[in-house]
Each structure stands twice: as structure tokens, then as C-alpha cells.
């Protein structure tokens, strides 16, 4: 695909910031993605990198990988873990209760993007997310 990003690092809560700096990038590199395109991926991993550096395990040794491929029709973004502990998968939870303190952001994620893919391994957790882009132009 077009237009890759990568970012690679410990899932520590600096790579949150790392998330936004990504997509800081890829916005400025394709001018012709919407805002609305751009908010729903990036907040879609945000919520499962800040899962993975809230739950991972071990604790701030887990490695992430994150790719964002850009083409004419969608962004798609690849998230992997080596987490000792596979994670959960955002079919299996629902949307918590209004007065719920925890528990929204793997169903947010899920939510927010056309497709969340979830796989759980051996050596770590797997993620594809797909937004069909919503207008813009093809860059």
C-alpha cells in the first residue's frame, strides 16, 4: 500500500504520545485525508496502545509495532504486541453501562472504525484496523 508510517517502542505511556506524532504525520503527508478519517483511526489506537501499556504483560517490557498505510480508498493500520498474554478482542466486549468507570475503549475502538480485526498468538496480539476513507481527495 501507498503511503506507510511506522512506529516501533515499549508500550510505556510515552507511546501514546508517539501514536499522535504518527498521525501528525500522516496527516501532513496526505493532505487529502478528512479529519474525520484521521480522528477515528488515531483514536482507535489509542485506545488499544493504551491498553496494551495499561494491561500488557510484563509490565513496560512489552514491544509494539504500528503501521498506517494510506491509499486512495482507506486507511489501514496494523498494531502488534509480543504481550506474554493475549488481549482481549474488541467483539468480545460490549459497550459498559453509562454510569461504568472502566471498559469502553476496546468497544470504542471497535465502533469508531469500519473494521477492527483482533488476533491472539503465541508471540502476541495482533490488530488491523480499516477505515474506508469518507472523502478528501486521494492523497
Request: no cysteine; glycine share 12%; net charge negative.
Amino acid at each position: 500500500m501507498a503511503g506507510e508510517h511506522r512506529r516501533t517502542g515499549l508500550a510505556l505511556p510515552a507511546a501514546l504520545s508517539e501514536v499522535h506524532a504518527l498521525f501528525a504525520e500522516v496527516a501532513a503527508a496526505h493532505p487529502g485525508l478528512t479529519v474525520e478519517d484521521v480522528m477515528r483511526v488515531e483514536t482507535a489506537l489509542i485506545e488499544l496502545v493504551g491498553n496494551i501499556v495499561e494491561h500488557g504483560r510484563p509490565s513496560g517490557g512489552v514491544r509494539y509495532t504500528l503501521e498506517v498505510a494510506v491509499s486512495p480508498g482507506e486507511v489501514v493500520a496494523h498494531l502488534a504486541d509480543d504481550a506474554r498474554e493475549p488481549a482481549p478482542g474488541a467483539a468480545d466486549h460490549d459497550m459498559p453501562d453509562e454510569w461504568a468507570e472502566t471498559g469502553r475503549g476496546l468497544a470504542l475502538a471497535g465502533a469508531l472504525v469500519d473494521e477492527l480485526v483482533h488476533e491472539a498468538g503465541p508471540t502476541g496480539n495482533r490488530w488491523q484496523i480499516t477505515q474506508r476513507r469518507t472523502g478528501g481527495t486521494p492523497g
